[in-house]
Nanobody, 123 residues
């Protein structure tokens, strides 16, 4: 059974940075593309970014391009989401998820999900 655990969420001031981690256990080659999603109170969950197993394919939502960067360390089965220049509208619970298809930010393509980590951007 594939399990995902997010960490790194915190309270940060606008313009600050955070790095989220997604640690995977029970990885299989069938579900090694990782996506990050977020859900703010009263809003639907939305795709933020995704990365293929090799790390060569990434896909970012327009609202994070130039600010967020994905990377992964396959030796540690961990994917990182570096978030810079954070804005109050980035406040949300951030989830990582695993899919068999690389390059997609569609929620329905991800059968495995973590529990989420809270990111709050506020002064």
């Amino acid at each position: 059974q594939l399990q995902l655990v997010e960490s790194g969420g915190d309270l940060v001031q606008p313009g600050g940075s955070l790095r989220l981690s997604c640690a995977a256990a029970g990885f299989t080659s069938d579900y090694d593309a990782i996506g990050w999603f977020r859900q703010a109170p009263g809003r639907e969950r939305e795709g933020v970014a995704c990365i293929s197993h090799s790390g060569k394919t990434t896909n970012y939502a327009e609202f994070v391009k130039g600010r967020f960067t994905l990377s992964r360390d396959n030796a540690k089965n961990t994917v990182y989401l570096q978030m810079n220049n954070l804005k109050p509208e980035d406040t949300a619970v951030y989830y990582c998820a695993a899919a068999s298809l690389a390059g997609t930010r569609r929620l329905d393509d991800y059968p495995y999900w973590g529990q989420g980590t809270q990111v709050t951007v506020s002064s």
